[in-house]
């Protein structure tokens, strides 16, 4: 099986990998290269990104941390409040396309201040706490991991202008927590405006047909990785490209999950 790993969101790759052996390298260099970084952090001064009380080596404090608001009981195919984790009436009634949504934390103070400074101000090194938390989800879940993870993608014309994939950033810390590949078999084939600047009625239609797969996606049960899943549009579109590409499942990751309007 051929995978690859990507260890920037721009323009450098770590060689693809067809053996155990070096994929097992590739490993290595990686768990090498984030013990490098946790000791840069144990080394310089820490404070934590929401209160800037001493962190120790981490970017958020541990009461910081430990007050962000996190799922609980949720439907597993959506990801939205439900009684006992039992699929919703919206999802038995009409199922999205990918099978199962992890989310460990709701969008809401201060996990929209973190995430909106993370996508919007630049501050890339807050892509670790965040992905930390969604490693943590997919490690706590029950049954068999996904064969790969793909980073929803962006335009080019968004990539160019951000300067990064927030979701790639994401994607890439979780691929290494959990030990799957990371694999680049999505494109966005249609350039759209930002779901955030639409009303929710209207971002079905503005994310259709805007996702291809490729051939490497044949076969695979894939998960699909983002920062935000707000209506599900997006990550539906893209899921269901991914499975006319030829996946066999494909599940949605994201850090946090918006409550639909009161």
């Not at 949504?101 to 201060?110: E, N, S």
């Not at 030829?246 to 599940?251: I, K, P, Q, S, T």
């Amino acid at each position: 099986m051929r995978a690859s790993v990507d260890e920037h969101p721009s323009n450098f790759h770590t060689p693809k990998f067809d053996s155990p052996r070096s994929g097992a390298m590739i490993g290595t260099l990686a768990t090498l290269r984030t013990r490098g970084l946790r000791w840069l952090q144990q080394a310089l001064p820490q404070s934590c990104a929401l209160c800037a009380a001493s962190s120790g080596n981490a970017l958020l404090c541990e009461p910081c941390a430990g007050a962000l608001p996190r799922t609980t009981t949720a439907c597993p195919s959506c990801g939205l409040p439900s009684i006992a984790a039992a699929v919703c009436g919206v999802c038995l009634a009409r199922a999205p396309p990918f099978a199962a949504t992890i989310a460990p934390l709701t969008y809401a103070f201060p996990v929209d201040q973190l995430l909106q400074a993370f996508k919007y101000g630049g501050a890339l090194a807050l892509a670790e706490p965040l992905a930390d938390e969604l490693t943590r989800a997919v490690r706590g879940r029950h049954g068999a991991h996904p064969d790969a993870i793909i980073a929803l993608p962006l335009s080019p014309a968004r990539q160019r202008q951000r300067g990064f994939n927030q979701s790639h950033e994401i994607a890439r810390r979780v691929a290494v927590g959990v030990g799957i590949p990371l694999l680049r078999g999505l494109a966005r084939v249609r350039d759209s405006p930002p779901q955030a600047m639409l009303p929710w009625s209207a971002r079905v239609d503005n994310v259709r047909h805007a996702f291809a797969g490729d051939a490497t996606l044949r076969g695979r049960r894939i998960a699909i990785i983002d920062d935000v899943m707000t209506t599900g549009a997006t990550l539906a579109a893209a899921a269901t490209a991914a499975k006319r590409a030829g996946a066999l499942a494909v599940e949605a990751w994201v850090v946090a999950r918006t409550l639909p309007p009161a």
